[in-house]
Nanobody
Framework: QVQLVESGGGLVQPGGSLRLSCATS????????MGWYRQAPGKERELVAS???????NYADSVKGRFTISRDNANNTVYLQMNTLKPEDTAVYYC????????????????WGQGTQVTVSS
């Protein structure tokens, strides 16, 4: 049973910081991309940031310079450091892990976390 455990959401004032964590039980050697998405009420889910197995990163324009994605390969964990938070960052944040499993043949996978609420409000 694959597990994807997210943590770190909560309520923060504008200008504050939060760090999200997402730990996966997938083999680090099978992972191609890890990322964070978010979905605000009434809006579509959007990419916030992603990081490849090679360390290349990609960010939404709205978070560039404020958010940083990183990964800890030893613990199969991806982080999202969020600084200078704004009310418009309020959303449910989802972790996503994509890769290829070689158990019983090459099978691509696309795992999603359960989501963690981030609320930015005074």
């Amino acid at each position: 049973q694959v597990q994807l455990v997210e943590s770190g959401g909560g309520l923060v004032q504008p200008g504050g910081s939060l760090r999200l964590s997402c730990a996966t039980s997938r083999s680090i050697f099978s992972i191609k991309v890890m990322g964070w998405y978010r979905q605000a009420p009434g809006k579509e889910r959007e990419l916030v940031a992603s990081i490849t197995s090679g360390g290349s990163t990609n960010y939404a324009d709205s978070v560039k310079g404020r958010f940083t994605i990183s990964r800890d390969n030893a613990n199969n964990t991806v982080y999202l450091q969020m600084n200078t938070l704004k009310p418009e960052d309020t959303a449910v944040y989802y972790c996503r892990v994509r890769g290829i499993s070689y158990n019983n043949g090459p099978i691509p996978y696309n795992d999603w976390g359960q989501g963690t609420q981030v609320t930015v409000s005074s």
